[in-house]
């Protein structure tokens, strides 16, 4: 039996920011880290962002939402239920028991790995992938890399909050990339 998911109404989520803990200092010295715990704890809060992400994506035609490791484990499972869609994570090395794609990346002191199963994407099926936070955008693109290896089609990437001033959307491109809540500064 296919079901077909409903579409939501218009969600207004700028609400969402005020569920949002701005934490000073972490994790270091300078950086204001925006902790979305005290959203998720919220279920009105928690459940108006899967509402809001699944309006987004419901004329997409989403086979799959894949999820990077943490907290793109959070959002998956709820948004892929929503879509009708099935979720895939994608993990730190030595995580996934079978076979595994993977690709290794630049951040901005060292270099960091994500690992897929070979057989989770199936050529020609539509993936959004979805995380917590967009910042420079450099975990999103090498999920995105492991996606079009196995021969997926990148629908979209999601995101809870966007820090806009780090311009990760730029190194997106040219991917439809939607985030619920931004912040310049």
Partial sequence: MSMQPEPARAIDCEP??????????????????????????????????????????????????????ARGFIFGPALAYRLNAGFVPVRKPKKLPAEVARVTYDL????DTLEIHKDAVAKGQRVVIVDDLLA??????????????????????????????????????????????????
């Avoid at 699944?54 to 939402?65: H, S, T």
């Avoid at 901005?108 to 270099?111: R, S």
């Avoid at 420079?136 to 820090?163: D, I, P």
């Fill in 16 to 69: 969402l920011k005020k569920l949002i803990r701005e934490v000073p200092d972490f994790p270091k010295k300078g950086i204001l880290f925006y902790d979305i715990t005290t959203l998720l704890k919220d279920k009105k809060g928690l459940a108006t962002l899967i509402d809001a992400m699944a309006e987004y994506y419901f004329d997409k035609d989403v086979d799959l939402i894949v999820g990077i490791e």
């Fill in 108 to 111: 901005e002191y060292g270099t």
């Fill in 136 to 185: 420079t955008g450099g975990t999103a693109t090498a999920c995105a890399q492991l996606v079009k290896s196995l021969g997926g089609e990148v629908a979209g990437l999601g995101f809870a909050v966007e820090l806009d001033f780090l311009k990760g959307r730029e190194k997106l491109a040219p991917h439809d990339v939607f985030s619920l809540l931004h912040y310049s500064s």
